[in-house]
């Protein structure tokens, strides 16, 4: 995340303003709005504007704020910087590279705001690059009151018949080390319509302290061209056709390799109102593995499809909600073909730093996700009259606190439900995870 307003502007009276908690920045905003239309021609007034509509992610607004500045005192250099910031952040870059220019132009410009501003002039000339490499990376610590997600009862069916698992078998708690990274590269075909070749590697690992059976590993890559449909009808459809595939282990062991192919649109519906949509299909092969012997009577195709409709309530807060759908059908095993459905939503808002003042903005987001699963037959070796049932409910809040730009602690906690008219399949496993993520 760019740094948002730090620096007085170059009137001899500004000050920036300081959000001081997290329940007035709105209302901050909204004063800070109306002061601005009572007083269009006050420097300080149309700072303290922009400061806080940056504070807020309203950055439309503060370009707007600060460049009413230049219009009434032309000799702002640090404004100029700002606004190349603040157009840097959009993603506006060749606009951002003129406003730098112009401050670097500036001989009054303090040797460390000279630095800022040949540091945003570096990160410009990189984006403009055709070709862009980003990415992120994130190591944790989670702990996990059912990390196997085993059965919380010790009576299940077999055969129809009910037995008892040992107690190995049942659901355990236990920590374990998580990591995860995920790198992107991007080629602008330079069509000037957003067309883009884009590829995707994600990478997650998780060690479990304990229970080494509940180690999983995997790794997934995505890769496609993306250009922008329907102009001059639509404001913005973004559509990407990909090809994908990966591999999964469990314990260690190889559990499963796919590879595929999909759809993903991005659509404006609103000035607000944004779709996502995914549509893909995989095939999923299982080994018979020494750990699991019959492994391959998973093997299958998977096809799935998701959309999720995302709300800008105002500048710090969204909500969004999403449907998603699966169908995945075996080779050779009735039993485990399933369909499944799902809903869910919920919210992220963002809030002024309570504790450093540092002037990037905290945020919070809560989920929820309900899934319900239905299966084709009767599993014969768990019980051959009863069609297996299944639902989950998973609950989610995360909090985030960017230390700076590119580096955020997280802490999240979690509930994940799930009910079935099968013993054997159902579970509670709660979760806490804390950690460090670095974006590049």
């Keep these: 995340m760019a ?15 300081t959000v001081t908690s997290a329940g007035d920045l709105e209302q901050q905003y909204d004063d800070a709005f109306q002061e601005m239309m009572r007083k269009p021609a006050d420097l300080d ?10 504070q807020t992610g309203d950055l439309e ?22 606004l190349g910031v603040l157009y840097y952040r959009l993603g506006s870059y060749e606009i951002a590279r003129t406003y730098l220019e112009e401050a670097l132009k500036s001989q009054a410009l303090p040797p460390d705001v000279r630095s800022r501003a040949e540091k945003f002039m570096a990160e410009v000339q990189h984006r403009q690059n055709p070709s862009q490499f980003s990415g992120e990376v994130f190591a944790g610590l989670r702990y996990q009151s059912n990390a196997n997600l085993g059965p919380a009862t010790s009576a299940v069916r077999l055969f129809g018949q009910t ?3 040992n107690q190995q078998a049942l659901g ?9 990274a995920q790198f992107r590269h991007s080629y602008d075909l330079g069509l000037q319509d957003k067309s883009a070749i884009e590829s995707t590697l994600t990478t997650y690992a998780n ?7 509940a180690n999983v590993s995997l790794i997934d890559f995505t890769t496609g061209p993306r250009f922008q449909a329907f102009q001059g009808i639509f404001e913005e459809v973004i559509i990407k056709p990909f090809l994908s595939g990966g591999y999964i282990w469990v314990n260690d062991q190889p559990y499963y390799g796919s590879y595929g192919a999909g759809l993903e ?12 949509s995914i549509f893909s299909w995989r095939q999923q092969n299982y080994p018979n593995t020494s750990y699991l012997p019959t492994n391959s009577q998973f093997t299958g195709t998977q096809y799935s499809a998701t959309t999720t409709f995302q ?5 710090a807060v969204a909500v969004y909600g999403f449907g998603n759908g699966q169908r995945y059908q075996t080779q050779q095993t009735i039993s485990q073909n399933y369909v499944v459905g799902g809903i869910g939503g919920g919210m992220a808002f963002r809030f002024a730093d309570p504790m450093f003042k540092s002037g990037l903005p905290w945020s919070i987001n809560v989920t929820i996700n309900q899934q319900w699963w239905q299966y084709d037959a009767p599993d014969p070796i768990i019980d051959p009259g009863v069609v297996r049932e299944q639902s989950d409910t998973i609950l989610n809040l995360t909090l985030s606190v960017p230390f700076d730009e590119r580096t955020t602690f997280s802490v999240s906690g979690g509930r994940f439900n799930r009910a079935s008219n099968l013993p054997n399949y159902a579970f509670v496993n709660n979760n806490i995870m804390f950690g460090l993520g670095w974006r590049f």
């Design 3 to 17: 740094a948002v307003l730090v620096l007085q502007p170059d009137s001899a009276r500004a000050q920036p303003a």
């Design 265 to 276: 649109t991005a659509v404006m519906l609103a000035d607000n109102l944004r779709n996502i």
């Design 311 to 315: 709300y800008q309530v105002n500048p």
């Design 61 to 82: 607004g503060a370009i707007s704020a600060l460049e009413r500045m230049l219009l009434i005192n032309p000799n702002l250099p640090r404004v100029r910087l700002e």
């Design 45 to 54: 007034v149309l700072f303290k504007f922009a400061t806080v509509a940056s």
């Design 163 to 165: 037995a008892n698992l």
């Design 207 to 213: 060690r479990q302290f304990t229970l080494s059976a």
């Design 172 to 180: 355990a708690a236990d920590w374990g080390l998580v990591g995860s």
